[in-house]
């Protein structure tokens, strides 16, 4: 079944929406991090620091979708949790630096609402590799 590229405009839009819902998510994320972070560092938790990290996260996860996806479009199932948990490392060696776990959990989630923002904008660029449509398949039986 041959597959049509997402219009350029579609995926913009896509990838505009993903980024708010990102960056509202890790507010709300952070706010609740920073409230339970009694006596912590806060590393992270302020919208200096997050933000950008979001607009930062958003794009070169984007760019990481389309190099696999264009090569080896089944590796996404492996490479973005991996990717995900990659991105953690930093997070839990924030414990050496005092980091509370609030401060550190909140960090991983705010990963979180990023990778899926991601994968949600761009899994309907992924070629369709469902087999044809059961509708064209059915056969009448008549008695």
Known sequence: MPTTATPTSVLVVRLGIALVAAAGVNSLLALGASSL????IGMGLNAGSY???TVVG???GTV???LIARRAPKA???VVPLALAVTWIPDLLLFTAGA???NVVGLMLMHLAVTTAVVLALRPTLP?????SAA????????
């Open 128 to 132: 369709d590799s469902a087999p044809a």
């Open 58 to 60: 958003l794009l070169v």
């Open 51 to 53: 933000l950008p990290a």
């Open 76 to 78: 996404l199932r492996v």
């Open 37 to 40: 972070d009694d006596g912590g």
């Open 136 to 143: 064209g398949d059915v056969q009448q039986v008549h008695s």
């Open 100 to 102: 509370t776990a609030a």
């Open 64 to 66: 990481g979708w389309f």
